[in-house]
């Protein structure tokens, strides 16, 4: 990894401390969280295995988070430790024979630096992630992607560390891709602290093509407001914006949030917004759905201490 942890005595390195206090809201895209008691933010997986390690039982199960772009946080105090991946940052490259290109990426590193990468490199894989928030290790959580792409597609290989600090490394092949989903939680419950990507060797242009053409197809999606993306999934063959829309959500609020008038799929937080206002407002759009079309919508957006009732 190109960035190593600093140079620390080596009592910091062995057991680096938890942060006290930190605010959620600080940490996600729609600016709405309470207080952390107990914010875990190693910078490499040494870091990450020795502080899972240090975690005493009865703190009860950790929780993850990486850019906060598609969590919902209660407004009450977060008691159980939290792992914050924005800071395992290093990236490797690593150029293989016949145009494929290995890069090796920690978990916090932003999805939009490695598109960006993609795009001046002239490597293909990647051309779906405009506008993608996000951290990688939140991305291979997700699956995020679009309708031009996922990804899954681009993974070769994820590393993981659970409980204790134990190690597991999965291949790309062998993962259950799924839409908005993989099956990693299910098999193992950790932190991704690594994924290696692999992307072809391409002209530039026809990369940078292919990816501006998925990010016009964006372009209904609101911007800089604070949202957490899409709110609920799409239902098959079926668009769940259309859905919201046709039921009348757009504009609907309540309390500070407030269904968007470009998207009827993103509730945004104007500013004072609660996660109790956030949750009340997706529950009366689901209502509306279920009411009007018979389908019951399922939540895309995760929760960290607070339940949308599913
Ligand atoms: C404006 C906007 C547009 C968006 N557009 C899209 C889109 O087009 N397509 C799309 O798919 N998504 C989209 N999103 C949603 C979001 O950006 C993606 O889901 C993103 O991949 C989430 O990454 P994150 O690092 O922010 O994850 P977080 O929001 O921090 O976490 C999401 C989930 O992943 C888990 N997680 C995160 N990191 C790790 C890790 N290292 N190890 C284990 N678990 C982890 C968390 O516990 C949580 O359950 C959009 C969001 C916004 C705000």
Same mark, same amino acid.
């Given at each position: 990894m190109r960035a190593a942890a &600093? $140079? $620390?005595? &080596?009592?910091?390195r062995v057991n680096p401390r938890p942060e006290r206090s930190v605010r959620g809201a600080d940490l996600t895209t729609l600016g709405i969280g309470g207080e952390i008691k107990n914010l875990l933010r190693p910078r490499c997986e040494e870091e990450l295995v020795s502080m899972l390690r240090g975690l005493n039982p009865g703190e009860g199960p950790f929780c993850v988070i990486g850019g906060g772009s598609n969590v919902l946080m209660t407004d009450d105090a977060f008691d159980a430790p939290l792992v914050l991946t924005t800071a395992m940052n290093g990236v490797e490259v690593e150029r293989r024979g016949s145009g494929t290109v290995l890069v090796r990426c920690g978990a916090g590193?932003?999805?939009a630096d490695l598109f960006a990468m993609t795009l001046e490199e002239g490597w293909g894989g990647l051309e779906f992630a405009s506008g993608i928030p996000g951290t990688v290790g939140g991305a291979v959580m997700g699956n995020a992607g679009t309708l031009h792409g996922e =990804?899954?597609?681009a993974v070769r290989s994820v590393r993981m560390i659970g409980a204790g600090g134990a190690v597991r490394d999965f291949s790309g092949g062998g993962i259950e891709w799924g839409y908005r989903s993989c099956g990693l939680a299910d098999e193992f419950y950790g932190v991704v602290s690594e994924v290696t990507f692999s992307f072809r060797e391409l002209e530039k242009e026809a990369v940078l093509e292919k990816a501006r053409r998925s990010a016009d197809s964006r372009r209904n999606q609101p911007r800089g407001r604070m =949202?957490?993306?899409?709110v609920f999934r799409n239902p098959p063959g079926g668009s769940a914006g259309r859905l919201l829309e046709l039921a009348g959500c757009k504009g609907l609020s309540s309390g500070g949030a407030a269904v968007s008038e470009v998207h009827a799929n993103f509730i945004e937080n104007p500013g004072g917004a609660t996660a109790r206002d956030f949750a009340r407002l997706a529950l009366i759009c689901r209502d509306r759905v279920l009411e009007l079309f018979g389908v019951r919508l399922q939540f895309e957006i995760r929760t960290l201490g607070i339940s949308l009732g599913d």
């Open positions: &600093p $140079q $620390q005595s &080596p009592e910091w590193v932003r999805l =990804t899954g597609q =949202t957490a993306g899409c």
